[in-house]
């Protein structure tokens, strides 16, 4: 069973940093893309950033919102089979639950898209 697990939400000021993690088990795949979603009160939920996996490299980033380019960095730590998102200078908006996903054949930033998920975690930025 495929499971995916976030984690490193929480609560920070505007202008704190963040970093999630997300785990992904108890699949066989060699090729596969696991992307981190966002979902404000009362929004459809948005693709923040996408990375690809072959044979345990990861390549192939996307950032999906404009927003977060030159804010948030997408990595692979192939050892520990996870994809961190570091996010920094966080404003109020971002503001939201964020959600790791995988899919065994698609890099993408419509939700739609991606098949296995996880059930996110809560980043909260306070003004």
């Known amino acids: 069973e495929v499971q995916v697990v976030e984690s490193g939400g929480g609560l920070v000021h505007t202008g704190g940093s963040l970093r999630l993690s997300c785990a992904a088990s108890?699949?066989?795949?060699?090729?596969?893309?696991i992307a981190w979603f966002r979902q404000a009160p009362g929004k459809e939920r948005e693709g923040v950033s996408c990375i690809k996996s072959r044979d345990g490299t990861y390549y192939g980033i996307t950032y999906y919102p404009n927003s977060v380019r030159g804010r948030f960095t997408i990595s692979g730590d192939t050892a520990k089979n996870t994809v961190l998102l570091q996010m920094n200078s966080l404003k109020p908006e971002d503001t939201a639950v964020y959600y790791c996903?995988?899919?065994?054949?698609?890099?993408?930033?419509?939700?739609?898209?991606?098949?296995?998920w996880g059930k996110g975690t809560l980043v909260t930025v306070s003004s």
């Open positions: 996903a995988l899919d065994p054949w698609t890099c993408s930033g419509n939700f739609r898209d991606m098949r296995y």
């Open positions: 108890g699949f066989t795949f060699d090729d596969y893309a």
